[in-house]
């Protein structure tokens, strides 16, 4: 009898441990931001930290402002996508100058730095992509843009076949739709659950009310004449 009522004793608590630990998780949002990272660096390659890093926004006139660490490193997060100038400065070294970097949807670019010695006042200008390849992180994102949106053959005109187009992204089948929520495709994206993706519309979230892909009665979201569309 006192080995049954320990083992309940233990299951409850296992119980309510696991239910304490589903309370206090949270998905992890969609990210739809960029990242710029790097490394400031004079002309013999050695580390320069205090330099000012600022990240103009080309598109809106915004700027992001930092400084560059104890080893010279940089990182500027919670970026919109679009075309972006990176300069750095510092007392004693010309302002040297990134332009020409686009950031994408999910996108994580690496722009390093250099100055050489000379007036602040005196900018070295360089024009350039950010790298193609990703080397920072192994996170999954892709970007479908207007001119491919506007060359599609869509059936229906519905946007949302458009994510089907990325790699990893898949039908969820298993989704139950009801009146009370959208009825819109459930897409999984690289084996997450359809709730994790988020849909926005002019920067404003259009999730249904559980927190998955929106839709109208005929079960499709029409209309497709948007600047892109991002995983």
Known sequence: MNFTKRRQSLLSLIALIGVMILG????????TTATLSGTVTDASGGVIPGASISVLHVETGSVRSTVSDDEGRYRVPLLQ??????????????TAVR?????????????????????????????GEAPLVETTDATMGGLVDDKKIRDLPLNGRSFEQLALLQTGVSVFHLAQSDSTVGTGTKFSVAGSRPMHNNFMLDGISINDSASSTPGSASGSNLGVEVSDFGL
């Open 24 to 31: 206090t998780s949270t998905p992890e949002a969609q990210l």
């Open 99 to 127: 332009s020409g970097v686009t950031l994408q949807v999910a996108g994580r670019a690496i722009i390093d730095l250099s100055l050489s010695v000379g007036e602040i006042s005196e900018r070295v200008v360089v024009q």
């Open 81 to 94: 996508p679009g075309s972006y100038e990176v300069s750095a400065e510092l007392v004693g070294f010309q």
